[in-house]
């Protein structure tokens, strides 16, 4: 019968590979968690129901913030709205995506039923999406971005 007291394994190598990998995954998680913002940002305004537009306003205060930090604004046509650039308080080192309007009617607006005028208008622009595009998110832009990952 071996010695089993004599068998030793040296794991500093795989140790290393393996905080190289955790440093990436977090990288690349980042990163993919930012496209999804931008991509939800972008399907509130462009797709339907849209974010109201009258004056651009509402559809110029958009922002994106990924884990606490500003990281994208919607476009100001004609220079209107004013987006949140104040840091989103974030949790002890959760990562997390953001995704808002700024107009003190915004919430209003997504709720209530109106008459818009702009045909593609509506409410539920924003949060509903997110829900009804999470497989499209994660599928197209999460799985991609973390899809071969390697030490």
């Not at 955790?22 to 991509?39: I, M």
């Not at 987006?83 to 308080?89: I, K, L, S």
């Not at 990562?95 to 919430?107: I, P």
């Amino acid at each position: 019968m071996a010695d089993l007291s004599l068998i030793t394994f040296d794991a500093t190598e795989f140790l290393r590979r393996l905080e190289l990998l955790n440093v990436r995954f977090d990288a690349r998680a980042e990163r993919a968690l930012g496209k999804v913002g931008l991509q939800w940002l972008h399907d509130a305004i462009m797709l339907p129901p849209t974010v109201p537009l009258d004056e651009g306003t509402l559809r110029g205060s958009g922002s994106v913030h990924l884990s606490g930090r500003l990281v994208h604004t919607s476009p100001r046509p004609g220079g209107q709205g004013t987006p949140n650039t104040d840091p989103v308080p974030a949790e002890g080192g959760k990562r997390f995506v953001v995704v808002g309007f700024n107009t003190a009617y915004a919430a209003h607006l997504h709720e209530l039923a109106h008459h818009f005028q702009e045909p593609s208008a509506g409410t539920g622009y924003l949060g509903p999406k997110g829900v009804s595009r999470a497989s499209f998110y994660r599928d197209h832009i999460l799985g991609p971005e973390l899809k071969g990952l390697t030490a």
